[in-house]
């Protein structure tokens, strides 16, 4: 396979969009709760319930992505730093446990807002499509929430595990006390909002349905959840068949098309496209993730060859869609899906916000989706054969189901067949197709955070290097996986319960 290398020359906009100015910005949002008294403004206010802040810069240098490249290079941001070692973190910016708790909530919030308007104004069938967006997006907020700050889900110990609060009501008085509910109880919520709201969304009421939960959104949306939440993994397949149709390849990402782009810029914004079928709902987030690619702790050539794109495959291939790969003195590689598109909101001064559009629903990720329940259902040739939708897309051949279990029979448990923990007695079979299945997924969600979340929800113990002392261990059950909650909130009144360590 000829691999081109793209020489990356990272050069940062040295722009003074501190972090104040960001909060100021995020501060003076309008407040329409007194105003919501017809459709327009019903909404409109929606565009406010989606969260403007993503996990994947903490999930990725928290996950076995990345490696400690030596102090030779300097240090990176400290978020980073404190992600890479499993470290509480202190910082406050868009991309810390801070400010991906006050999104979630400010999302949350409006949404909350939405539904009561609706009500008030009588609930009728023109609402219908707002109120179905409406309860995905505190579904949402809830479960981005959720996989942020508590452990993975585990229908064994859910009833014992620390949860967030589930907000379903306007907040009407300053101060209003909310207590941590289990991780069950939270689950049965998001279960409940989207049940409800599956039936109400469609299309029409939407001017740029990429940026809502439209239909294929919404159903991928509930294909992901139900196949973390492990209760019914019949409606994991049944959703993920409203958004793929009979034959999901023409709506899987063709990456081999990407090979004419010869920047990040291009390749980022291909990859974001409004028109690419593979994109079902678009994220726009406040972020410095564009920033975050950095030499010491990086994508190494090493783990890109071992576990990441150049990995190896069943047949033994390469994935021949990855030829364009930028790298940064062949110690740092990158895919260059979130590239910073940059935000100017003073022409004079050249300051605004640094943003990254995330990709949060995506056939091929569905498509997976559907794999892992067909695996977890022991249907191993469905498996495969949405395994092979993918390969073949990826640019390897089909494989039946004992090709590609046996190819994870003999990969190596440093690289792609990590030990799953998660109290379940897999077969030998079933555990080798859940390998091809998380490679798969690792693979495609890299630098969206994917893999962290597949680390939690199957208790996967993973290492860290540290240049010039011994290695760090991150547990199959360690506490940390359930990242701490902000200062703030542990400060505030109330006293609620911090995250164990």
Not at 39 to 47: A, F, N, S
Not at 149 to 159: E, H, I, L, P, V
Not at 430 to 436: E, I, P
Request: hydrophobic share 40%; with cysteine.
């Amino acid at each position: 396979m000829k691999i081109k290398h793209l020489l990356l020359n990272i050069t940062l906009l040295i722009a003074a969009c501190g972090i104040s100015s960001c909060d100021d910005f995020l501060d003076t949002m309008p407040d329409q709760r007194t105003e919501l008294d017809n459709m327009d403004k019903v909404r409109d206010i929606l565009i406010s319930a989606y969260p403007g802040q993503y996990p994947m810069l903490m999930f990725e240098f928290m996950s076995d992505n990345y490696d400690d490249n030596g102090d030779t290079y300097s240090s990176p941001m400290n978020l980073i730093i404190e992600s890479y070692y499993w470290k509480d973190a202190v910082e406050s910016d868009q991309d810390s446990p801070n400010g991906l708790w006050n999104s979630c909530y400010r999302a949350i919030a409006a949404a909350n807002q939405a539904l009561e308007a609706i009500e008030e104004l009588g609930d009728t069938e023109e609402y219908q499509v707002y109120k179905g967006e409406a309860l995905l997006c505190r579904a949402y907020g809830h479960f981005l929430l959720s996989n942020i700050f508590c452990m993975g889900y585990n229908s064994q110990t859910a009833a014992s595990t620390l949860g967030i609060p589930y907000i379903t009501a306007p907040e009407k008085k300053v101060g209003v006390v909310y207590d941590r509910q289990t991780l069950q109880h939270v689950y049965e919520m998001i279960d409940a909002d989207i049940e409800k709201a599956l039936p109400l969304i469609r299309n029409a009421a939407f001017d740029v349905p990429l940026y809502h939960f439209n239909p294929k959104a919404a159903y991928a949306f509930a294909a992901r959840f139900n196949l973390f939440y492990g209760k019914n993994y019949d409606k994991v397949i049944e959703y993920a068949n409203e958004v793929l149709g009979d034959s999901p390849l023409p709506v899987l990402r063709d990456l081999s098309q990407y090979d004419k782009f010869t920047t990040m810029q291009e390749w980022t914004y291909g990859y974001i496209n409004k028109d690419e079928p593979a994109n079902l709902m678009l994220l726009p987030t406040i972020s410095r993730y564009g920033r975050a690619f950095n030499q010491r702790y990086a994508i190494t050539q090493a783990i890109m060859r071992s576990q990441l794109v150049w990995s190896l495959f069943p047949g033994g291939k390469q994935l021949e869609v990855y030829n364009t790969v930028f790298q940064s003195n062949y110690v740092s590689y990158i895919v260059p899906k979130m590239a910073e598109l940059f935000e100017i909101t003073n022409q004079i001064a050249q300051t605004g916000f640094p943003h990254i559009v995330v990709p949060a629903f995506t056939t091929d990720e569905t498509l997976l989706c559907r794999a892992e329940a067909y695996v977890l259902k022991k249907e191993y040739d469905k498996a495969a054969t949405d395994l092979s939708y993918w390969y073949v897309k990826k640019g390897i051949e089909a494989h039946s189901s004992d090709e590609i279990a046996d190819f994870y029979k003999a990969s190596s448990p440093e690289t792609n067949a990590k030990p799953l923990n998660t109290g379940v007695n897999y077969d030998e079979k079933q555990t080798n197709m859940l390998h091809a299945v998380l490679h798969a997924r690792r693979v495609e969600s890299i630098h969206e955070g994917g893999r962290w979340m597949d680390i939690k929800r199957y208790g996967i113990s993973i290492t860290h290097n540290i240049y010039g002392s011994n290695p760090i261990v991150l547990k199959s059950d360690d506490p940390r996986k359930a990242i701490q909650l902000p200062i703030d909130v542990l400060a505030a009144p109330g006293n609620m319960t911090p995250n164990p360590r």
